[in-house]
């Protein structure tokens, strides 16, 4: 069975692995300096990486202060 952190650990953006317990104590396993930045990188963890860039493309467009950093392969259309 997954648990609540296993899925947090594996969200597309390393800086969007967040969460908050019942109890209010913040889950954080990548940090909070990316989010703070705003910059979106592929979480490693995440086992759709072709997903990243539409996600990140489509926060961007909400919120256009962020910035994206895609591998190369990746970029360049590679899954």
Known sequence: MLTARA???Q??????C???TAAGE?????GLDELAAG????NPLNRTPDL???KAKDYRARW?????HAPDW???GGA
């Not at 969200?11 to 969007?16: D, N, Q, R, S, V």
């Not at 913040?26 to 990548?30: M, S």
């Open 7 to 9: 899925g947090v650990q």
């Open 11 to 16: 969200f597309l953006a390393g800086c969007t």
């Open 18 to 20: 967040v969460g908050v």
């Open 26 to 30: 913040l889950y954080a396993p990548y």
């Open 39 to 42: 910059q979106l990188t592929l």
């Open 52 to 54: 990243f860039l539409p």
């Open 64 to 68: 256009p202060w962020l910035t994206i």
């Open 74 to 76: 990746l970029a360049e």
